[in-house]
């Protein structure tokens, strides 16, 4: 058994792969022992492999209903019964927040498949343009980024009407910008480099070298910046929950359990304690594991 | 004449993750006031070699010899700090690219001002006096100009100039010279050379000078080492080089393309041989 | 004949720097032409004014005999290629020698990618045991090697060669000379070699032109450069400067 893991090991780490498979996966491994490396970096992957489980798994894990409520168990405080206690309206808070890490991934998700994107194509479009693009692409940039982001996604909330989608895309709209200057910041390095002159001299469209050759360069360092933007976006997006304009009631958003509960921040601490805790412990997670893929996945330590 | 410096196998390995990289492996040569080159492929040790004498060897690095001795002192044994003042003062180091040994923030002028006054005491407008005169014996011909200017605002050759002039202010005995010209203009090269000489002559100096260019450093020091994958296979008298016996001294010597010589198509290659290596 | 490759007093402008101040040349299909000079000299500017990688502020560059717009098309792309210095900074970091091979295939649409790729690993004496290789795991003169395969996988008539052995070990110079020697005699390439080397240059090329200050020089033979039979002083600094330190 030892033998056939150690044959595939060295298969993996092979100086000369027979196939493009095999390089690329050769690739994966290094980076996944430079990630394993580092411990709070695998703890941190845990802790978002168990959100992931916990929310795929949300109607077994939840020992209660996430919105119906007995009114004459109101304000109970953690015991055996309910582990985390209960609310006012009577609600268990532990299934709430099982069923609110549903809530939390599919902002966290929409936010960084709609942000980063966009970011990335800003950014190497108006890097490698250069000129008027250049100049108008990092004007609007600029813009986005002189106001703070909760103050901005208050603002389109506001104009778009309060909802969790609606929160999605404003945090969103917010979001974009330092992926921007990242992505731009990483193309005027590399615009200038022989490798990109010579996919210039083999004939290749701009369109072609910003899309297949510069953006692969650009991606991993905006992977690990997204991941340690996860927990600003969860926080951004609890605020709004905080202040009623983010995910409705009785939805059992983390942000919105901790508005509800501020009323008896004093007697019953755990209302709000319990989601501030949850969104604690994924921040950090999220946090953890940006460090650990920005040192597995940087770039000059992969090269020599 | 004594010895200036005495290796006696000298060893450098590192330890990395993916296993013990040997670096120098049993280095062992003596120095008087001379010029001794050191040459060898990118990747034989020859800059290890070099740093671990001046001390300068990475952290991670496991450094060791049977003898490390300096005019009588034994460079195995003396603390950090010994090691400092010896580095500032009596052995000094000048690197290809001046570009990443001189402060890019400071002007030049500036720059050899404050070691000159980190070696003594003395008032601001002696010391720039000093210093001009030290760029004006390095040949440069506007010292007033260069004082002035920052590193990045100056030539390759005339940083490395620079750079001189600021190691001699210490007025050291060995000076290790790792490349010191690879990455200037020939005619430039040669000036460079010129001076490094002059102080070999007149200060009574000894020089190791690192190059990968066995041609330039037969032409100008008196013996030259040979490395290969951290070992040295061969030492001679630089005007004997013809003599050489080793395969890979002669190979080196061989693939050059020479002008004038008679035509060689193709040129003829080194023929690696594993047992060189051990 | 027409020539290969003409140049009718080329300048280039950086924002207000003079890199070439009117040079001409040029070079008859299946010559080697080399270019030497002392760096900043506008080596490099000549080779990328021709590939389109540098402002051409006047003057005319002609290919076969015909003009090329400041607008290269995909056929320029086909007939010149370009090899550059620095075997470190000019493979793509995180694309294996696989993909930096087809690439240029793709993108002039060529089929038969798979024997293409086989074939031109092993006319630059790789192998395909260094297909899927990454930069990273190369040495300098096998990126070297991977470089020149990338230039000659379209077939060129013209290559552009930008001091491709300066950063290389003697022994390995060697080994790409002769490789670039071989694939020209094949090909029947025309060669501009760029080098600081005047031996490399005597070596791989029939004429060369000596350059200083963005400006020709002198424009010589090689054997005359053997010979040391240079008319202007300049030549003669360098010659006398390229046998080493005298004392
Ligand atoms: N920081 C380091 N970590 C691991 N190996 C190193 C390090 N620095 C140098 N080496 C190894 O030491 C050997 C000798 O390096 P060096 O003395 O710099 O060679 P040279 O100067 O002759 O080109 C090389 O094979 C290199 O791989
Ligand atoms: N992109 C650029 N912008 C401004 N100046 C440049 C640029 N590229 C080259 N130059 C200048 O043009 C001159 C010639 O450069 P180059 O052709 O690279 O010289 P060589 O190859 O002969 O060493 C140099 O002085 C250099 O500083
Ligand atoms: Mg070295
Ligand atoms: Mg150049």
Redesign the interface.
Known sequence: MSDVAMSRREWLLS??????L??RLG?AYMSWQRFAANRLALIGLAIIIMLLLVAAFAPVLAPYSPVAGDLRQGLKPPGWEHWMGTDDQGRDILSRIIYGSRLTLYVVVLVAILAAPIGLLVGTVAGYAGGWIDTVLSRITDIFLAFPKLILALAFVAALGPGIENAVIAIAITSWPPYARIARAETLTVRN???I????????SPA?IVV??IM??CISSLIVRVTLDMAGIILTAAGLGFLGLGAQPPLPEWGAMIASGRRFILDQWWVAAMPGMAILIVSLGFNLLGDGLRDALD?RG??? | MSALLTVEDLRVAFHTRTGTVDAVRGVSFELGRERLGIVGESGSGKSQTGRAIMGLTPPHAEVTARKLDFDGIDLTNISARARRDLRGDRIAMILQDPKYSLDPVMTIGRQIVESIQAHEKIGKSEASKRALAMLESVQIRDPARVYDLYPHEVSGGMGQRAMIAMMLIANPQLLIADEPTSALDVTVQLDVLRILDQLVTERGMGLIFISHDLRLVSSFCDRVIVMYAGRIVEQLKASELNQAQHPYTRGLLDCMPRLGAADRHPLPTLDRKPEWAL | MTNALELDRVEVVYDDFHALKGVSLAVQPGEAFGLVGESGSGKSTILRAI???APVASGTINIDGQSLSKR?D?A???S???V???P???????Q?V?RLLQ??LA??GIDDQERRIVRALEEVGLGT??R???P??LSGGQRQRV?IA?ALI?EPSILLLDEPTSALDASVQAEVLNLLETVRKARKLTFLLVSHDLAVVAHMCDRLMVMQHGEEVEQLLSTELSARKARQPYTQKLIEASTGFRR
Do not use: N, W
């Open positions: 100086e000369r792969p027979q196939s493009r095999q390089a690739r480099s022989d490798y002159a010579a996919v210039r001299l083999m004939g290749a072609r297949r050759h692969p360069l770039p992969a090269g020599q | 590939a389109g990688l290269r995909k320029f792309y086909r010149v290629q370009m550059f210095q620095d470190y900074g000019s493979l793509h970091p995180r294996t696989d690439e240029p993108i002039h045991g260094f899927f290789r990454y990273h795991q470089a990338r379209v």
